[in-house]
């Protein structure tokens, strides 16, 4: 087996489309918020020194609170426990969202750094029923794009 090098996939691929490159920015747009409003569903990774994780994060739509155009943040509800999560974030605060909508063949990728936050007012902002989460994660948005699925 072979290595390959940053420059032998430079020679094998050619270099995304204009409109491709353009597509990622640094914040969303409405298309994105709106998006992100509908979403009930997401996958999460993040990592640290120890490994990666990816992890899937549900919800009613409108779960992922859009709190302006560089920041979004939703609740950390209780699952197994293991908060691989978490612990990445705590060491490593780079993630990456991926918002998948069944039937729809466009994806919404945001990559970005998360912080774990306790604020009272964003628990309270992020309640289902009358229940508050914990803890909430807040993500700085470094890129966000939206493509088209290739099936």
């Not at 087996?1 to 490159?21: C, F, K």
């Not at 609740?75 to 974030?89: F, H, K, Q, S, Y």
Request: glycine content about 8%; proline content about 7%.
């Amino acid at each position: 087996m072979s290595e390959v090098t940053g420059d032998d996939l430079d020679r094998l691929y050619a270099q995304p489309a204009e409109a491709i490159q353009r597509a990622v920015l640094p914040y969303l747009v409405p298309f994105h918020e709106a998006y992100i409003g509908a979403a009930t569903f997401f996958c999460l990774a993040s990592g640290r020194e120890q490994g990666l994780d990816a992890s899937p994060r549900g919800g009613p739509a409108g779960f992922v609170k859009v709190l302006d155009p560089h920041h979004v943040a939703f609740a950390d509800w209780p699952g197994n426990n293991r908060i691989e999560t978490m612990r990445n974030l705590v060491e490593d605060p780079r993630l990456a969202m991926l918002f998948l909508f069944p039937g729809l063949e466009v994806f919404l990728r945001i990559n970005g750094k998360g912080r774990i936050s306790t604020n009272p007012d964003l628990l309270g902002s992020l309640k289902e029923g009358q229940k508050a989460p914990k803890t909430a994660i807040v993500v700085t948005i470094d890129q966000a794009s939206s493509t088209a699925a290739r099936l």
